[in-house]
Every structure is written in C-alpha cells, then in structure tokens.
C-alpha cells in the first residue's frame, strides 16, 4: 500500500498479465481450445438439417465444396496451431538463448519456406475441384427464371419440346443438367446447397450453373439475394430422381391436365374469377403467363413457392387473400370470393396432377 499525503489510502493498481521486467507472457489455452470446440459444435448443428444444408451434399460439386471446405479448415487448425506453439516458444525463451544467424534461420524457414510449400501443396491439390462440369449437347438444359416471388422453370430436353412448370425443380440422378438462370424482375439468387453453388439472376444475362445429383431425395433451394418484401418467402422443392424415373415423369409432363380434374366444378369459378389471364392449365382454355404454370399443380408437395403445406384449406386461403401470406406478391385479392368457392377452386386446383 501507499500513503500520499493527507493520510488517505490509495490501492495498488492490479497487475497486468505481463509487465516491462517480465519476459514471458501467460498463453490461456483452454481459451483456444473452447473457441475451437464452439466452431466445430457450431459445424455439426448446421449439419443437421439434412435436406438444405452444404454439409449434406447430394451433387458432385456440393461434395467437392464440402472437401475443399474440410481440407481447408483442417489445414487452417494446423497453421494456428503451429503458430500458436512458435509464440509460446518465442516468449517462453530466455533471452539470447539463439543467436542471430538462427532467428534468421527460423524466420526463413517458418515464416517462408513452408507457408509457401504447405499453401502452394493446397492450391494444387483443390484446383481440379474448381473445374466446372463438362456439359455435352445431350444434356438436360432447365431454365430457371427468378419472380416476385416464385420460379419459372422450363425442361428443355435435347431435340424435345420445351415443358414448363413452376416452383419445383425436379432432375434426373447420374447425369448432367445445365441450369440457364436469368432474373424476370429484379436481381435474385439461385442456390441449392446441396447441389451447386450459388449464382446470381440478372435480368437480360443469362448464367449457367452445371451440376449432377447423386442420390435421390427431396430437398430444397432458396434465393440469397434481397429481392422485395417477401425475398425470405421465396422457395422451391428439388426433387432428384432416378433417371428412368425422371424420363417417365418428363412425358407425362407434357400430356394436358386430366379432364376428370377440368370437369370439377371449381374449374368454372376459376374461370369466372379471371385467374386464366395470369396462369396456364394445359388442355384447358386458361393460358396466361404472367404467374405460374397451374398444370400439374396438385402434384406439388408445397404452395406459395415452397412456403405452405399443400392442403385445401391453405390453397383456399392464398387464393382469397395472398398478400397475407407472401407480403408484396403481385397476385390479386379476392375479398369478394366467398369461402365456398374458394374451397371448391382449391379443390380443382389440387386435382390438378
């Protein structure tokens, strides 16, 4: 303790963890090593999530992503690690303990040589993972148009007519599908996690993203980028196939909506009620083409663009009022609709297979 004039008691100031007279430092590893095991619990909780997640690949590029991502990160434990001990070493030492010529040495051989080596080894090892895809002229080309706020999507198999669906991407498992990406409104972002890589939807550019599925199952694709009001509630259902499978379902694909599912009575109102003048339904005299294909619409697993479950009483509910569920879509309301008929269009439209 001191005692300044006046008598009062003045404390002594804490001690910092290290000091002008000392010549080590006190390195608190536990620290290190809890940050670390935070990232890692962090990694495997995102893994969870088995049918949108990069860590769950179930295409050739996701995979080689998730390599290069564990390689990577592997090899960045190993630097810090690395260096983490030359800094203990470093403060550790007494003084003049190494001469001049082997700090010089150390310098050379820890601060150059084998950064250099060990990163150069890293480039050369994962370029060939950046080699996209060789697309072939009989490869599957899917065209994938960004909406506020839904996806248009055109089958453009080799030598076939073009089929066009909505808010469901579905592929054939083993073989090689270019995506040609274009933006309708505004910027978005196209991204199955799973899959591919990410790509952006300009509008008047076209992009190309090449992947190839690798086992089947339903997963899911969402845009990245801030597109309006409802960007967070815009989806859609990727559905990877066997390709025999795929085939089959392409051409039932084509073939116009059943005439059992036209007949109903909910077809009428649909018609009454104007919704032909934004959607198609093949075989019918509904051919408009500002919203999405209704075709083979009760086949979906989802609505709204991957938002809702496909029930009747959530179809009846987006066709009356839209806006409550996607705020800013350009679909109109239809307050004037009673529940009634709008059970019985929801109805028609989920016979729609």
Not at 97 to 104: A, D, F, I, S
Not at 188 to 199: E, Q, R, T, Y
Not at 249 to 260: F, I, K, N, Q
Not at 289 to 299: C, Q
Request: charged share 15%; with cysteine.
């Amino acid at each position: 303790m001191v005692f300044p004039r006046g008598g009062r008691e003045r404390a002594t100031p804490a001690r910092p963890p290290w000091s002008a007279g000392s010549d080590t430092i006190s390195i608190n590893l536990a620290s290190i090593l809890r940050g670390a095991g935070t990232a890692g619990a962090c990694l495997a909780i995102s893994a969870c999530n088995r049918h949108q997640s990069t860590l769950a690949p179930f295409g050739v590029e996701a995979r080689d992503t998730r390599t290069l991502m564990i390689v990577l990160l592997v090899a960045a434990v190993v630097i810090a690690g690395g260096l983490t001990a030359l800094i203990r070493f470093a403060i550790r030492t007494p003084g003049g303990r190494l001469t001049h010529r082997q700090g010089m040495r150390l310098v050379l051989w820890l601060g150059a040589v084998v950064p250099t080596i060990l990163l150069f080894t890293l480039l050369v090892s994962e370029l060939p993972a950046m080699r996209p895809l060789p697309v072939a002229p009989a490869d599957l080309r899917v065209k994938v148009e960004g909406e506020q706020f839904w996806w248009r999507v055109t089958y453009a198999p080799p030598g076939q007519a073009p089929v066009v669906a909505a808010n469901e991407i579905r592929i054939p498992v083993g073989r090689t599908v270019q995506f040609d990406l274009d933006g309708g409104d505004v910027i978005h972002s196209f991204w199955i996690p799973g899959l591919a890589g990410k790509m952006d939807m300009i509008p008047g550019r076209t992009n190309t993203l090449v992947a190839r599925a690798t086992k089947p199952g339903r997963y899911r694709g969402v845009c990245t980028e801030f597109c309006g009001l409802s960007h967070a509630l815009m989806a859609f259902d990727v559905v990877a196939m066997p390709a025999a499978a795929f085939d089959a379902w392409l051409t039932a694909e084509r073939r116009p909506a059943l005439a059992t599912a036209t007949a109903h009575p909910g077809a009428a109102l649909f018609a009454q009620y104007g919704c032909g003048g934004c959607h198609a339904i093949r075989g019918t005299a509904q051919a408009g083409a500002i919203g999405p294909d209704l075709t083979r619409f009760g086949a979906r697993a989802t609505l709204a663009a991957g938002v809702l479950p496909m029930t009747t009483a959530n179809i009846a509910g987006f066709v009356r009022h839209p806006e409550r569920t996607k705020p800013g879509v350009r679909m109109p309301a239809f307050p004037q609709m009673t529940d009634a008929e709008a059970i019985r269009i929801a109805r028609y439209l989920e016979g729609l297979k």
